[in-house]
């Protein structure tokens, strides 16, 4: 749903007020209802979204969540990396998209045991090479195994 706010009733929301704060009073109740005050802005592709995200570790082979972590919509992905995985894990490999190709993810991935096995992210006046862009063709297959569970989320 859209969030119909004024340009004052979003400022308050940025820092931090409570609905309560923002829209006090009997009459309204009802409005406070529809206002969600904890999630938060993000843009991807030019369109703005509000809201939340949902971060999973999934088993591609069967398809099946073992793990769901929620933020607030403008958490990047990759910071959500700590948030789904545990020592359990260890001796998995982790697919993920280019977003959690940096050195940090990669190091803290490995902190639980895991092999990541993240695609490589072309850059400008960088682009991917042949071999580069046949390994992710080959890691997204994998990776998409596990993008049609939100088919179903």
Known sequence: PKQRNSR????????????EQIWPGEENKH?????DVDASWT??????????KM???A?????????VSTTTA??????????????????????ADSAYCGEPQKELTRSFGVEPVFCVKGRVNHPLTEEEQKE????SKTRCRIEHIFGYV
């Open 136 to 139: 992710n063709r080959e890691k």
């Open 74 to 95: 403008k958490v990047h992905d990759s910071q959500a990396i700590g948030d789904v995985l545990s020592e359990e894990d260890a001796g998995r490999k982790l697919y």
């Open 59 to 67: 088993d591609s082979v069967h398809k099946f969540i073992l793990y």
């Open 8 to 19: 004052e009733e979003n400022q308050k929301i940025k820092e931090g007020q409570s609905a």
């Open 55 to 57: 971060h999973v570790l």
């Open 43 to 52: 843009k991807k592709n030019d369109k703005t979204f509000y809201g939340y």
């Open 31 to 35: 409005k406070r209802r529809h206002k």
